[in-house]
C-alpha cells in the first residue's frame, strides 16, 4: 500500500522565542514528526516564523538606527533568515530523534518562496502579528515613533501587524514533491514562505508574512496530500472557549466551520486561521484535515481524539 502524504503546519507552542528556548522545544516536536515518520507516512512540515522574523526584523533596524554596521535588511530578506535557522534547529533535532530509533530516514529543509499577487488587498490592509508582544503603553509608543501598526492581538498583549497576502503558487513544489516521494522529511515553507512577486517572469522578494496556515493548506492541495494537519496549543478545537458553557468539538463540517464564524466563536490571531485553512483544503481535495496538539498528533490521525474537519 502506498504511503500517504501528510502535511504538518506546526504553531508557535512547537516552536520557541529565543534560539535556545527553541532548541529545546524542538526537541518534542521532534519526537512527534518522527512518530508520524515511523508510523508510514510520508511527513511534509510547515511552520510559523512570527516571533522569530518580528525578532530578526527588530534586531537588525535597531543596530541599523542606533550607529551599528547593520544595513537596512528587507523583510523579505528576514523571513528567509528564520526560514533558515528554524529549519536547522527542527531539521537537526529530527536527525537526532532518527538516530536515536535507529532509522535511515533522512530529512531535509527547502528554502522556499512563495509566490503572492502584487496587488493582493493584504498590502493595504496589514494584518498579520510578528514580533514580541508589548503592553497597550508601549503599543502605542512604537506606533508615534515608527509609523508601524500594532494591534490587540487575542487577549495577549498588543504585537506589530504586516501584510499578509494570499499564497497564489509554491515555487520549489516539484522539488518538495521528489524528495518527499524519496522518503525524506522536508521542512519547507518556513513562516509561509518566503512572499514573491513575480514580475516580467522574474521573481523578486516583497515585505509580508504569509499566514503559515493558509501556506500549509496550499501546499497540501498542491501535492495532492491525503491529510493536512494542523498542531497547536490545544488537543480540539472549542466554542464558547474560556466560559463557563465551554464546548470541545471532536468534528466539524464545513457548513458548521462556517457558521461558528459567523458567531465569532475563533480568535482572529489564533483558532481562526486554522479552521479557514482546513476548510480550503477540504473543499479542494475532498480529504479531511486535522487541529489538535502536537502530544496528540498520531493519536488525531489514528481517529481517537483531535477535531476532525469534513466536506
Known sequence: MEKQTVVVALGGNALGNTPAAQLELVKNTAGAIVDLALEG???????GN?????M????????????????EMPFAECGAMSQGYIGYHLQQAIQNELAKRQSNIKC??????????????????????????????????????????????????????????????????????TLSDSGAIVIAIGGG?????EENGELQGVSAVIDKDNASARLAIDLN???????????K????????????????????????????????????????????????????????????????????TGTIITK
Request: glycine share 8%.
Open 56 to 71: 530578526i526584523n527588530n534586531a537588525m533596524a535597531y543596530s541599523a538606527n542606533n550607529g551599528g554596521n547593520t544595513p
Open 237 to 304: 478545537v472549542c466554542i464558547n472557549y474560556k466560559k463557563p458553557d465551554q464546548k470541545e468539538l471532536d468534528t466539524m463540517t464545513v457548513a458548521e466551520v462556517r457558521e461558528y464564524i459567523s458567531q465569532q466563536q475563533f480568535a482572529k490571531g489564533s483558532m481562526l486561521p486554522k479552521v479557514e485553512a482546513c476548510v480550503k483544503y477540504v473543499n479542494e481535495t475532498g480529504h479531511t484535515a486535522l487541529i489538535t496538539s502536537l502530544e496528540c498528533a498520531k493519536e488525531g490521525l489514528r481517529g481517537t
Open 41 to 47: 507516512y510520508k511527513v511534509v512540515i510547515g511552520h
Open 108 to 177: 531535509v529543509t527547502v528554502i522556499t518562496q512563495v509566490v503572492v499577487e502584487k496587488d493582493d488587498p493584504g498590502f493595504s490592509n496589514p494584518t498579520k502579528p510578528v514580533g514580541i508582544f508589548y503592553t497597550e503603553e508601549e503599543a502605542k509608543k512604537k506606533m508615534a515613533d515608527t509609523g508601524d501598526i500594532y494591534v490587540e492581538d487575542a487577549g495577549r498583549g498588543y504585537r506589530k501587524v504586516v501584510a499578509s497576502p494570499l499564497p497564489i503558487r509554491i515555487q520549489e513544489l516539484e522539488l518538495i514533491k
Open 225 to 235: 496530500a491525503e491529510r493536512l494537519v494542523i498542531l497547536t496549543a490545544v488537543e
Open 50 to 54: 512570527g516571533p522569530q522574523v518580528g
Open 193 to 197: 514562505g518566503i512572499p514573491v512577486i
